[in-house]
């Protein structure tokens, strides 16, 4: 486990980082400085946060009479799993076990419901592209207005959401079918991670959540089964994992929706045949593989196996399993250093290297990535947007630009003496002197 990650898990009983006003001062001016930096707007425009506001009116009355035109997936057991400080919870998960398949349904906030191209929200989602999230600072795509009401999935409240129901193979966990659907679901209970764990460890610990808890109790072991499945047969088939030590609660989610993304990256391309904003990850050459392995090779205590130098992520995942605690950033970096930049492109075929995916794209945060929510109209429409391959440059352009301003805040938090990952996982607290 990394010292983020461990900081990560002791996060629900920690408090705040502490600062006082000056400091406090302080960092918000260089925050200030780096947004105009690297052109990342920090308010939406008036007419962006009135839409937006219209839109969250006559919540049920609006859900009500949605019911009749999607499947009512109401009585379907269903939980978001969530870090204790997510602001929104648009993503939740149910299964069911059958004799010889494994049934998930991935359901996403409907958030192309109340965004759509004729909205001053999609057009100002366009120009910001992505939610940037510094340390203790977020900001978003879309006005957190719609995340804290209409598009968060929160327990025993009807919500719109679009889902991906997935039928597995029980012994290759391939996909038997794939439905992608607008739905109306009721989330059963809202779990942390750690709320997740301890359901694993301890039944009794879903009794404050529902009152059928022995029933979320074993549909949380269920998809933990599967999840666990899921990932080592990532591994098998190539795909890197640079994270190994995570734990059940963070496998599951990102299992579950790496699953859901690659089903409906499927259905767009292999049974519509349509070009749509697809996630592509280009390969480093052999010279650069061979390079990250010996920096690897060379670092104390870790041993790359030898009969896994010619398979460069397997590899990496099987040094990862073996390195200690102290060498696994070292290990990371080195890869990280020779990996190209993922983009986004209309054409797939590159693939996505590092997950060793043939095809591969986002559709399971379309609050926060623009991708995912042009994919979201893409599969319920059918409509592919003329400018697709400008909206592909501008997502992976402004990703680009998020991600270099968190370097450069998280740098400047570390020079004044703070620790960008415990304020990214516990937030600030401004105290007087």
Known sequence: MTDAQADAGTAESQGPVEIDEEMARHIENKRDELLDKFDIPDQFPPEVIEEANARTEDLEEEIASEVDERRDLRDLLTWTTDPIDAQDFDDAISIEEHDDEYVLWVHIADVSHYVNPDTAMWDNAVERANTAYLPGYTIHMLPPVLAETVCSLVPNEDRLAHTVEMHLDKETLSYETIDIYKSVIRSDARLTYTDCENILDDASAADEFVEDSSRLAK???????????MHEQRKEDGSLVLNPRRDRAHTIIEECMLKANKAVTHELM????VEAMYRVHPQPSPDEWSEALREIQDLDGVSVPGDKWD??????NATLEQAPDRQLNKIQWAVMKVMPRAKYM???FSGHHALNFEIYGHFTSPIRRLSDLINHWIVYTNDVPENLTAL??????KQQS??????EYSQFL?????NPD????RGIEIVEE
Request: hydrophobic share 30%; charged share 40%; net charge negative.
């Open 414 to 418: 570390e020079e004044i003496g703070l």
């Open 422 to 425: 415990a304020i990214k996982n």
């Open 346 to 348: 209309s054409d797939p």
């Open 219 to 229: 549909k949380n072991h269920l998809v933990w089964e599967l999840a666990d499945q």
């Open 311 to 316: 398979e460069p992520r397997k590899a990496v």
């Open 402 to 407: 998020a991600e270099q301003c968190e370097r």
């Open 392 to 397: 592909c440059d501008r997502a992976s352009e």
């Open 270 to 273: 292999w049974d519509r045949g």
